[in-house]
């Protein structure tokens, strides 16, 4: 059985959860504090030199680290990456985005709020953070006017990528009531058969 290592709260590890319970594909859960530096030990960066979760350690010893490169392993032959070559390059091209655009200003922001309670300290920082993370929020609100996802109107790990952090992201206090398009994705995305909450810890 493969070995995930995770950080509950986190919307990176997160995503690879939701993807393997939707795969219906068994792994063991390892909780890793990073607040409490659980990810700096001699013993997790023989795992991950990067000391970041997730990361996955597969039954002969293989490591994987990076939960966009995961989201990609694992939906490799199942119908949660596109068949056809442009589609994949699309679902991609949203994932790079989550990772350049979203993911530093939403999950940052959330993580200085919800997990650090450092709202007042940080508040000029969360300015620049509400701004661009705005910008991304924009960005997915127009792609998904008139589509039900991110890519060829079929669920898959580009919407898998952009949920991890946009579910949750009222909680590094981004309104998402001025986003319809983004709320009723959400809905869609939170129907899906295999759905687990980012609080979740056991499966099955």
Excluded at 30 to 44: A, N, Q, S, Y
């Amino acid at each position: 059985m493969l070995t995930l290592y995770d950080y509950l709260p986190s919307g990176n590890g997160y995503k690879v959860r939701l993807l393997l319970s939707q795969l219906g594909i068994p792994f063991r859960l390892v909780e890793k504090d990073i607040l409490k530096g659980e990810t700096r030990t001699p013993e997790f960066l023989a795992i991950n030199p990067d000391g970041r979760i997730p990361a996955v350690v597969f039954e002969d010893n293989r490591r994987l680290a990076q939960s966009d490169a995961m989201l990609f392993y694992f939906a490799e032959g199942t119908p949660f990456l596109p068949a056809d070559r442009f589609a994949r390059a699309e679902a991609l091209q949203w994932m790079f985005f989550e990772q350049y655009s979203h993911e530093p200003q939403v999950a940052v922001a959330r993580f200085w709020i919800h997990c650090l309670g450092k709202r007042k300290e940080w508040a000029d920082r969360l300015q620049e953070k509400w701004q661009k993370g705005y910008q991304a929020l924009d960005v997915m609100e127009r792609h998904l006017d008139g589509r039900k996802f991110f890519v060829g109107e079929r669920y898959s790990i580009a919407d898998i990528a952009l949920y991890g952090y946009t579910h949750v992201a009222e909680e590094g206090d981004f309104d998402l009531d001025r986003y319809p398009h983004i709320r009723a994705w959400l809905d869609r995305v939170a129907d899906q058969p295999g759905h687990v909450l980012i609080t979740q810890a056991e499966f099955g």
